[in-house]
């Protein structure tokens, strides 16, 4: 059972900063992509930021150059730090853990911007 718990979401001003973490447990293959996706109110879930466990990153558009994310293979955690918030980036994150044709995820953290 592959279990994913986040933590590090809050409410913070434009322009600030948060650092969102997930741990996953269980049984992990050790090729795998660990990231992060969010979902506003009224939209569609979508990606912001993947790391595989080769270190391959992949980003969305609107938060290249503000956003950073890391990962720990032998701890299977994987890491968003966000800076430059804005207030379009308030949505529920999620953790999210794709082996294979596998795919799992958190329970979410909310983060909310405001202006």
């Known amino acids: 059972q592959v279990q994913l718990v986040e933590s590090g979401g809050g409410l913070v001003q434009a322009g600030g900063s948060l650092r969102l973490s997930c741990a996953a447990s269980?049984?992990?293959?050790?090729?795998?992509?660990m990231g992060w996706y969010r979902q506003a109110p009224g939209k569609q879930r979508e990606l912001v930021a993947s790391m595989s466990s080769g270190g391959s990153t992949n980003y969305a558009d609107s938060v290249k150059g503000r956003f950073t994310i890391s990962r720990e293979n032998a701890k299977n955690t994987v890491t968003l730090q966000m800076s430059f918030l804005k207030p379009e980036d308030t949505a529920v994150y999620y953790c999210?853990?794709?082996?294979?044709?596998?795919?799992?995820w958190g329970q979410g953290t909310q983060v909310t911007v405001s202006s």
């Open positions: 999210n853990l794709k082996v294979f044709t596998y795919e799992y």
């Open positions: 269980g049984s992990i293959f050790s090729l795998n992509n």
